[in-house]
């Protein structure tokens, strides 16, 4: 039979053969694509985990009756408590670099958390208070195994002695991990054990909100009236082209526009997420112009045809008729521009998002940073600790950027349903 | 074709052409620099059905587009020459072309319906041009046009689901359906049953026959036994010319001109 055929057509098994060749050029490039991807996952997996985790230390901490003024409880000195409490645990830090790498077990937080304990329990004045201070960053990385022990007994900026500390409160079991909350909880910090993520998250969270109740209409409605009702003549060209260019413009520029537009020119706060999502859409506009031109024009002109032929109106076709049609395409082309939007630093360090911000954004117009801006100047800070801060902040990004895409996704579905069964 | 000459009762007349619902004296159609219709000149009488026939790339598609002005949307089209439906000149400057197309309906050659319920396919219509002040009365007028559509004992069960789940046959006569929903004079068919197979070309044939006691029909159509069977009076285009035009059953028994003869006895097409 093979041979019968073979004799009509040349070459046959080189035309296999480039067939199989390619299938195989196929795999092996999804295959490593994948690879690198899960590589990648698990190495920032991996120096995130430790940001989960706290490490606290118990520490006695006498409340002599004489140290307080029962009718001025927050004006105590709860950090020379503190200090004095530590050197009652190791009386053996005597000189003066011992003494600082002493006081530096504990994070600067320590006072005010005793503060906030003894304003809550001001009946435990005259005992002994032992409470769980968050520990140090330097104590946090050696404790969580980040930081090896050096051959000359310290570890990263911890004195030998202090190594020794850690290793007492250990076989004392008075040094623990716990779950990280303050991370999901909390601001910017200059200390890297204090640093949270959630201001950037809420700020990140507004920007794009802004950005999507910006972008989205003004870019639907744009793509449908440049692909519907514009005449095809030199000037639609003209905008098309420039829409098109729009697209690759460097994010930078962008933000150089918001600065001088919108913060100098508009008077709107700088540093805002009002500003900051506005930049966002400028950028976005053109990436969703574009992919609602491409929705529009694929929904099949017999629609179109059977709308006007009804007598519907140009308007009542697109809206009734095409828009709806065209829409699932329309929203993947918005996605694919918010997330692009999502990783976006440059243009908002134009506009100052790039700002140290301790406290959550309130409002669209007060100072915020973004996930990124957050883990650009985290990965940026001299802190060692900070190294699996900005790790778990990128993860928390790809999260945020996994529940936006799969929200799109079940969003799709929903719009093609609908759209396939009832209603207008 | 004798046969299906006689299949249908001849409901034509002489006093037809006196008053012809549609009207057309002299068009010429370009599209860019190259004229596509030449001259046409061509009355419909009102309550028949006319046919237009002849080989692909005639132009009847092209004139039956210029009766609701569906020719608009192409921008490099041009039509010169006078169109008028009941003595109203369809290309003054005056005319609403959308309340032209509520006037004179569409069906197309490929069966269209909308990605939506069967019941808001045919509802659509009346919805746009508010022809129903209630939702019974809507529900009435859609009962209607489905039963008219002789579509109504297959989907009076199933109104939610989408419309385009039926079958070919039974999504065109939804787009006859919602055509005579918003009850237009005239309804011009464009190969309405070219995409459908024996048995649903049957149905819309017997359906196009019902209708003309309503409706003035005008059918593009590339079957020339679907004219016999369907139409009183037949076009019969080539070239972009009108040729010959006269009682269906003239044009194929005793055609005046030679291309004609050629044509309906199948030497060209």
Partial sequence: MNRHFSVRSKHLATRHRFEVIFKWFGRISIFLALGFLVLMLAIIANMGAGALQQTRIALDVPLLQEGFDINYLDEADYDGLIKSALRQRFPDATSRSQKRQLNNLLSIEAPFTLKKYVLKNPDTIGSTA????????????????????????????????????VNELKAAQAIKTVFNFNFFTGGDSREPELAGIFSALVGTALS??????????IGVLSA????????????????????????????????ILGLTI????????????????????????????????????????????????????????????????AMPAMLTGAIIGMARALGETAPLLMIG??????????????????????????????ERAFLEKASAAIIVLVVFLIIMNLSAIILRQKFQKKFCKNNF | ??????????????????NPIVSAKNVDVF??????????????????????????????????????????????????????????????NSVDVVALRAHVGMVFQKPNPFPKSIFENVAYGLRIHGLTNSKTELADRVENSLQKAALWDEVCDRLDEPGTSLSGGQQQRLCIARTIAIQPKIILMDEPASALDPIATAKIEELIDELKTNYTIIIVTHSMQQAARVSQYTAFFHLGELVEHGKTKTIFTTPKDERTKNYVTGRIG
């Fill in chain 1, 130 to 165: 032992r409470l769980w201070f968050i520990a140090s960053d330097d104590v946090d990385l050696f404790f969580k195994g980040s930081i090896e022990l050096a051959p000359e007994g310290n570890a990263g900026r911890l004195i030998s002695e202090a190594v020794a500390w």
């Fill in chain 1, 208 to 217: 794009l909100l802004i950005c999507l109740a910006i972008s989205f209409p």
């Fill in chain 1, 224 to 255: 449908i009236y440049l692909e519907e009702f514009v005449a095809k003549n030199r000037w639609s060209d003209f905008v098309e082209i420039n829409i098109t260019n729009l697209a690759a413009v460097p994010s930078i520029v962008f933000g």
């Fill in chain 1, 262 to 325: 919108f913060i100098n020119g508009f008077g709107l706060p700088r540093s805002s997420p009002l500003v900051g999502g506005m930049v966002l859409a400028l950028m976005t506009l053109p990436t969703i112009i574009i992919a609602s031109r491409a929705a529009l024009r694929s929904v099949p002109i017999s629609i179109r045809h059977a709308a006007i032929g009804l007598g519907a109106t140009p308007i009542q076709t697109i809206f009734h008729h095409v828009t709806p049609l």
């Fill in chain 1, 353 to 382: 998002m790039v700002a140290f911000i301790v406290d959550v954004p309130d409002s669209i117009f007060s100072p915020a940073t973004a996930l990124p801006v957050q883990i650009f100047l985290w990965a940026d800070s001299p």
């Fill in chain 2, 1 to 18: 074709m004798e046969q299906a000459l006689k299949m249908r009762a001849d409901t034509s007349n002489a006093s037809d052409f006196k």
């Fill in chain 2, 31 to 92: 599209y860019g620099n190259k004229q596509a219709l030449f001259d046409i000149s061509l009355d419909f009488p009102a309550n028949q059905v006319t046919s237009l026939i002849g080989p692909s790339g005639c132009g009847k598609t092209t004139f039956l587009k210029c009766i609701n002005r569906m020719n608009d949307l192409i921008s490099t089209c041009k039509i010169e020459g006078n169109i008028e439906i009941e003595g109203q000149d369809i290309y003054a």
